[in-house]
């Protein structure tokens, strides 16, 4: 009597550290749009601009930020 193997490879569910990494990429994604509520961003365009940079201008569109 054969048995019905017909699952006989199951899928593997993700591990641990696939979830893991998976969360903290969205996360770190999330807080780089919302992080600092000091950070400038562009009145034209609303790209945010880099904490430690001297940038005057709007990377994106060139809109002065001062
Ligand atoms: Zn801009």
Redesign the pocket.
Known sequence: MKPDNSEEQPKKPPSLQDILANAMKSAVDYGSTKAGLETKT?S????ARPADTNLQF?D??N?PFY
């Open positions: 562009c034209n365009c609303g790209a709007c994106y569109c809109n």
